[in-house]
């Protein structure tokens, strides 16, 4: 079946540094993909979104890209800050199985003061 | 601002009850979705619905079953409940489009069964 793998599980860096978290999609016929964080405690959260016609999107410190060809879409958070500690997920959303969403297991993201 | 509402928390059951878990969303959406959250595995879609009466099996449908009487309500049944079933089970809620739509996530309910 369909499936979302993302990498790394957990990613540890300095604040003020940048973060990069790596999907991979199996349904090709995918054409929206949502990023989202969830907090500690927390609901998860839509962070960005990135449709199937676009390459890039960026929304002040967040960035994504799509390699439609390769079946790859990456998060990038530049300048990353300790209130961006959470957990993210990836995911896709095809045309097939009734619109449904697959997710990613999720990056433990840990930013240090 | 789309409120969903878990009706609980924390709850904790007993092996072999049958449990009812609520979700009500506020934004007159068309999707609910029902999925369990357990470390390392990220989200797993058990049922979702695309309007009143009708029900799609997710990925880990077994145990489970659903009921959405109203387009607001989406109510998840674990028909006798397990050990394997304590988990986190979040409920979400989108607008219909092609499944181009971000889902609205409850805040999930911590499910312990004993």
């Known amino acids: 079946g369909e499936n979302v793998e993302q990498h790394p599980s957990t990613l540890s860096v300095q604040e003020g540094d940048s973060a990069v978290i790596k999907c991979t999609y199996s349904?090709?016929?995918?054409?929206?993909f949502p990023w989202y964080k969830q907090e500690l405690g927390k609901r998860p959260q839509l962070i960005i979104d990135?449709?199937?016609?676009?390459g890039e999107k960026k929304d002040q410190r967040i960035a994504v890209t799509l390699n439609k060809t390769a079946k790859h879409f990456s998060l990038h958070i530049t300048e990353t800050q300790p209130e961006d500690s959470a957990v993210y997920f990836c995911a896709a959303t095809g045309n097939t199985g009734g619109f449904k969403t697959i997710f990613g297991a999720g990056t433990r993201l840990f930013v240090k003061a | 601002d789309v409120k969903v509402t878990q009706s609980s928390r924390y709850l904790v059951k007993r092996t072999g009850e049958k449990v009812f878990l609520e979700c009500v969303q506020d934004m007159d959406h068309e999707n609910m979705f029902w999925y369990r959250q357990d470390p390392g595995l990220g989200l797993r879609l058990i049922y979702f619905s695309y309007d009143v009466k009708m029900k799609e099996k997710g990925d880990i449908p077994e145990g489970y079953s659903v009921s959405r009487e109203k387009k607001e309500r989406f109510s998840l049944i674990l028909e006798s409940a397990s050990t394997n079933q304590t988990s986190m089970y979040l409920c979400?809620?989108?607008?219909?489009?092609?499944?181009?739509?971000?889902?609205?996530f409850g805040d999930g309910t911590r499910l312990s069964i004993l």
């Open positions: 979400a809620s989108s607008r219909t489009g092609g499944g181009n739509q971000p889902q609205h």
């Open positions: 349904d090709s016929a995918s054409n929206y």
């Open positions: 990135i449709r199937s016609n676009v």
